[in-house]
């Protein structure tokens, strides 16, 4: 049986025989009869030194060509390391190849290669240190995602990836059909007949899991749904992406004051958590990524989160001395920019913007006694700006059909979420936290595309 080296590195025992398997890092070839392998398992950030002598019967015919990528098992003895660098090193007794890498054409050799080129190699930058890394961080944070809503009595609740409905209204999503694109049947006219369609009507890849999430809330009290969400929006920045996951609770009996504190502590928890557990990947991104990533979380996790009306932050950003590319004006929607300035040089931290105009919101954000304003936040994070957009929701039957209306919608379509109003209707809040934001928070990675294995956006599908 194996060894994963995370578990060599971190136990005190010595002078045993073990079994590790890897993929080989570099091979030095020694003078005094042996050859050096750097092997990674994927289990953690370090290698292992390997020591394989060249009394080894297959030295010649495999150690020898043994380059980086290559995939091999080593038994041997674990033993307390002489030289400098590591603490531990396997010394080979057997040696076995199960692949080897040819050097001239593994794109992964010792040569520096950037985030860009890698974009192009999904299927291999795993094998690098940056993306184990992000792999590890994404791990712990998804793990510890659940045990946070665990541990307050939430359930998982998984909800649809093809839906006929759009939560976010904002008409950006991928068309899910079988119906053929060139001779797709039709009505008199001349639009397409959807009932021929496979679901028998029009359906896409769900925005967001909120509203069959909030169904759920009105039933068991507290849920979340954690999902891939996608959205067709042409938005080539940093911080976008196609498909992403997104994590959503939603409380019955809860607004919005309720809504930010769960937030905060959620937010609060998994800095933590990541600070805990991932201390070797975390010195990585510092030493190699963004310089003080450490310390921010360490900030972050203990720091209380800022709190601002829209119409507070409006006020501010007006009196800021700084020229904004986007103009300051009530009514307008925050831009990175903006977002970023409030979270870095007013705040300096997280804040949780509340009560925003209702008309730059979704439909379902409770409307605020003002008629103007809805019960909606957004958390703000310095350099990442949105990472948790949430409200508390429209309870009245009569105010949700009237905002349907005024929208253009049509409330027959949304049936079974009116009906959540008319059968014992409750104020209910919820949130829903962009996952990889929080990943790029974490490792201080300057692309999104950088922190999910398989980025989709605009133009960009590899693998
Ligand atoms: O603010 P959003 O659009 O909110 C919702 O979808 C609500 N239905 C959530 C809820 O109340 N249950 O998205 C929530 C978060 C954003 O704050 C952002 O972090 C992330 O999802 N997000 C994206 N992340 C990556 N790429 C994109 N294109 C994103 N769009 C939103
Ligand atoms: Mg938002």
Redesign the pocket.
Known sequence: MKTRINALLTSPKRDIPVQVAGWVRTRRDSKGGFSFIELNDGSCLANLQIIAPATLANYEKDVLNLHPGASIRVEGLLVASSGSGQSIEVKADQLTVYGFSDPLAYPLGKQKINFDRLRELPHLRARTNTFGAIARVRDVLSYELHRFFHERGFFYVHTPIITSND??G?GAMFQVTTLDPHKPPRHADGKVDYAQDFFGAKTSLT?????E?ETYACAMGDIYTFGP?F?A?N?NTR????E?W?V???MAFADLNDDALLAEAFLRHLFQAVLAQCGADLQFFDQRVLPGVVARLERLATAPFGRVTYTEAIRLLEAAPVTFEFPVKWGMDLQSEHERYLAEEVFKGPVVVTDYPAEIK?F?MRRNPDGKTVAAM??LLPE?G??????QREERLEVLEGVLRDAGLNPAEYGHYLDLRRYGSVPHA?????????VQFCTGMHN?RDVIPYPRAPGCMRV
Do not use: N, W
């Open positions: 939560c976010e904002a925005v967001s899991g909120q509203l999430g969400t959205r929006e938005s911080r976008h992406l196609s992403f997104m959503e609770p939603e979704a379902y957004d958390v990442v949105e990472i948790i957009g949430g409200s919820g949130f829903g936290l962009g996952f990889e934001r929080l999104i």
